[in-house]
């Protein structure tokens, strides 16, 4: 009898679900084995590209333990953003959001319902519900060599093959992946996850795959918007969703050169929590920091909201461990900057888990703030938002956060309150008599800008007098602190509305890219224009097409699209959105923006991906490939065709 089926005996014996196995069941067995394999208990020692650079510094040992369990849909809905507990319904007509985690919860939301009826005309009588999980039985059995999976015992790397686990790691949260989860079929799911515990049991599962002939898929937090992590269709061998969040310990925090240690698995609320406690912050906050990981971010070059005190991913990153098929790479010691060479940390970073997995990540950290306040800045329209927004760009006086909302995110904001004045809203009331009246804004072409500061409150209070007063040099007003912590909140809350949407056969979902100060304001009216162009030619009468500017920098900004529409029946309205997401990326180009600021390429991007790099871009990323991924280990297949 093999290992495996031993264990498969032993498993039942111990009541353990059908096909999940465990490293105390698995180490009892391996223990016992006669370890002849190279790559038994251990395995082979990669070679490593300098020494780690943290080899004199104490490690901690003890995981963080996370918000978020190892079997993620005890918390997280399973087809659908976020908690199980949150999220929009519809209770006699009336919108509301369910469970305490946000300040809009347990609330019911009549300005939002009319909203949407207006934007929409939906009959809020009449959603559909998703279907159920799949029962074990409908997933497709695992394509898993029993070899492998022998010697994977003996790595005491717990793994499993039940079919929610791999279902739920197959997936980011792009509508088509939200679609298919409520109404289809994946025509390809991970054959087994795997948990590795730490960066020496990652190199010992990456030269077993290697071995094997086993694709790699990491897996964060899953919050993926590029289909990063579903498997491509074509794949026929084993797939690994190696997820990282059983690497999440915070190994050490140097508060002399403020930098911390982390394991990549860790997600973003869970190293804050911690940090915090020592008096500490990393500052980088994306929309999906709840539950994105640090690994992810540095996989898809991701962007904090609070960058402009903080920095991008990229600016936070100081030193980088990445297991590769060929060995593990990272520099050789934690210093501010190297001139030796092109950075290999760039190599790393916006690898989308196309060369390896990174495993531990040194970032650097600050004291957390003295003070933190909001601010918000009516403006009479978008162009003099964007003005001041650029002046402000231009005597680099940016507080941590700045987005501009367009008019329409302005009044879809408005309507999320659940009763007039309740967060002393611009709308109501006496602010609104003297906005619209007094000012003379008109309801239908204003905009609000909403802030953040950070810092000593002497220099933020410097900072609010001089943001202020460029506004008021663009006829901007303030418009009070509630307004704009309100905007951050609602942040995190939107991100649950598509799946209340999707009951009403509305599809959507948004969109970024960079540009340039002299062509931001024709690339977001280009935009808007071309899909409200296209949404008529297809028959589409009720859509909302909105943007908001979201980052400032010394030479642009970042914009970032919400789309959606009701779809009126005709075809697959995923294929619809996807069509009309990909003209309004030709736009974004063709108005010279990116192809992205953020979300990376992934799957959905690829096409545009040579254009935005030169053929010799793409060759050289591709010499990459082949000399840290000879054998296409990690054929997750984003950025570009891996045909090595
Ligand atoms: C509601 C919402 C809001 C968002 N807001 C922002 C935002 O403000 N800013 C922003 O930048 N992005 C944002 N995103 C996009 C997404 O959260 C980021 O791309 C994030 O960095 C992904 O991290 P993750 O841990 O979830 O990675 P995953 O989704 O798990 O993986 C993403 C890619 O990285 C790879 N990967 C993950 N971990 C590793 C690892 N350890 N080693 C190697 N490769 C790895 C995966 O294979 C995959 O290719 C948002 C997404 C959503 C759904």
């Not at 809009?104 to 319902?113: A, D, H, M």
């Not at 159920?132 to 394509?143: H, L, T």
């Not at 810092?455 to 040099?473: L, R, T």
């Not at 942040?491 to 960079?514: H, P, Q």
Request: hydrophobic share 35%; with cysteine; charged share 25%.
């Amino acid at each position: 009898m093999s290992a495996d089926d031993r264990l498969k005996v032993v498993a039942r014996h111990l009541g353990v679900g059908k096909n999940v196995f465990h490293t105390s069941i698995a180490m009892q067995l391996c223990s016992s084995e006669n370890k002849t394999s190279d790559t038994a208990q251990g395995g082979v020692v990669l070679p490593q590209i300098g020494p780690s650079s943290d080899a004199r510094k104490p490690r901690r040992s003890k995981p963080v333990k996370s918000v978020i369990p190892k079997n993620r849909q005890e918390l997280l809905k399973w087809n659908g953003w976020g908690y199980k507990d949150s999220k929009f319904v519809v209770e006699n007509g009336i919108v509301s959001f369910t469970g305490n985690r946000y300040a809009i919860g347990n609330l019911s939301l009549p300005y939002f319902t009319e909203w949407v009826l207006e934007k929409f005309d939906v009959d809020l009588n009449s959603g559909k519900i998703a279907d159920p999980v799949p029962k074990q039985d409908n997933f497709p059995s695992p394509i898993v060599d029993a070899g492998f999976l022998d010697e994977l015992h003996c790595l005491q790397i717990s793994f499993s093959l039940d079919g929610v686990d791999r279902l739920i790691r197959s997936h980011g949260h792009t509508l088509h992946d939200i679609f298919i989860l409520r109404e289809g079929t994946f025509e390809r799911i991970p054959d087994i996850v795997a948990w590795p515990e730490s960066h020496d049991a990652v190199v010992n599962l990456v030269q077993l795959a290697e071995k094997h002939d086993i694709v790699i898929i990491p897996f964060g937090g899953g919050t993926s918007v590029s289909k990063a992590v579903s498997c491509p269709r074509e794949e026929t061998r084993t797939i690994l969703s190696l997820d990282t969040s059983q690497m999440n310990r915070i190994l050490w925090l140097d508060q002399e050169n403020l930098v911390a240690c982390c394991e990549a698995g860790i997600v973003g609320q869970d190293l804050e929590r911690e940090l915090g406690q020592q008096g500490f912050t990393s500052g980088h906050e994306p929309d999906s920091y709840e539950f994105s990981s640090l690994g992810g971010w540095v996989a898809t070059r991701a962007s904090g909201m609070k960058k402009n005190v903080y920095g991008n991913i990229e600016d936070l990153l100081v030193h980088v461990r990445m297991v590769t098929p060929s060995g593990v790479l990272e520099k050789s010691c934690q210093v501010p900057r190297m001139s030796c060479g092109p950075d290999f940390n760039h190599v790393i970073l916006g690898s989308e888990g196309t060369l390896g997995v990174i495993t531990e990540v040194i970032i650097k950290v600050r004291p957390l703030p003295q003070c933190k306040k909001y601010g918000s800045i009516a403006f009479p329209n978008f162009e003099s938002g964007l003005l001041s927004m650029r002046e402000v760009a231009k005597q680099r006086c940016q507080p941590a956060s700045i987005r501009l909302m367009d008019n329409e995110q302005f009044k879809f904001g408005q309507s999320l309150r659940p009763v007039p004045g309740y967060f002393g809203l611009l709308l109501d009331g006496l602010k609104k008599i003297y906005i619209t009246k007094i000012k003379g804004f008109d309801v239908n072409q204003m905009c609000v800008t909403t802030l953040v500061f950070e810092g000593d409150p002497k220099d933020v209070e410097h900072q609010e007098k001089k943001i202020y007063d460029i506004a008021a040099q663009y006829g901007g007003i303030p418009a009070g602190e509630a307004n704009g912590e309100r905007g951050y909140m609602l942040t995190f809350v939107i991100a649950y509305i598509r799946d209340l949407a999707m009951e009403y056969n509305i599809v959507g979902e948004s969109f970024e890219t960079s540009v340039s100060w002299d062509r931001t304001l024709s690339l977001c009216n280009n935009v808007k224009h071309r899909l409200k162009k296209e949404c008529e030619a297809a028959g589409i009468r009720h859509f909302m097409i909105s943007c908001r500017v979201t980052q400032t920098y010394d030479v642009g900004s970042c914009v970032y699209f919400y789309f959606g529409f009701k779809w009126n029946g005709v075809g697959n309205p995923v294929t619809t959105y996807e069509h009309l997401e990909e003209l309004a990326r030709d736009e974004i180009l063709a108005s010279g923006g990116s192809l992205s600021h953020h979300h990376g390429v992934g799957k959905l991007r690829m096409r545009w991906f040579p254009s935005q790099v030169s053929k010799l871009g793409v060759e050289l990323y591709r010499a990459t490939k082949r000399q840290l991924d000879p054998k296409n280990i990690f054929a997750n297949g984003n950025i570009s065709k891996q045909n090595l």
